[in-house]
């Protein structure tokens, strides 16, 4: 189970820095979109862009809605790293796996603030511009989840 779960925690940071970079592409795309069609002069009124967001009603609620949305999924992501830290917390008895598991823990926990900062401020934040730190947890994360991996062969062979 403890090799199951670091192993799923690889795999979610894989799928979760894919996730980021697609919302990230879309929410700027719709923010872009949301700046041309708000210009009214001449100039960019026969600007050629096509954009998929047109059943939406208004430019600026494509954005918002769009970041809170990838801030949902993120949620979802964030919960599952939480879950993997406690895990290695209480499962892997090495010090190493604790030590990075509080530490993980407390990552997870600023940036799963900053997630619902962005979910609840009313289009303030837009994910393209946290997705980028979104990244970085991402980061951490694929590190936090390999040590993780190795302290449970460590911890297996101690036990054994």
């Known amino acids: 189970m403890k090799l199951a779960t670091n192993i799923l925690g690889l795999v979610f940071t894989l799928v979760f820095g ?3 970079l697609y919302y990230m592409s879309e929410v700027q795309d719709a923010r872009f979109e949301s700046l ?3 210009l009214s002069s001449s100039t960019y009124s026969s600007y050629p862009y096509s954009s998929p967001y047109s059943s939406y009603s208004s430019y600026s609620d494509s954005y918002s809605s769009l970041t809170e949305e990838a801030g949902v999924i993120c949620l979802f992501f964030f919960l599952f790293f939480l879950y993997q830290f406690i895990f290695n ?5 090495t010090k190493t796996s604790k030590v990075i598991s509080i530490i993980g823990l407390s990552i997870t926990g600023i940036f799963l603030l900053w997630d619902l900062l962005m979910i609840g401020d009313g289009g303030a934040l837009s994910f393209d511009e946290v997705g980028a730190g ?3 947890f991402c980061m951490i994360s694929l590190a936090f989840s390999i040590v993780g991996l190795v302290q449970c062969r460590v911890d297996a062979r101690k036990q054994a």
């Open 89 to 93: 917390l209480v499962k892997v008895k």
């Open 18 to 20: 894919i996730v980021i």
């Open 36 to 38: 041309y069609s708000s």
């Open 134 to 136: 979104f990244i970085l």
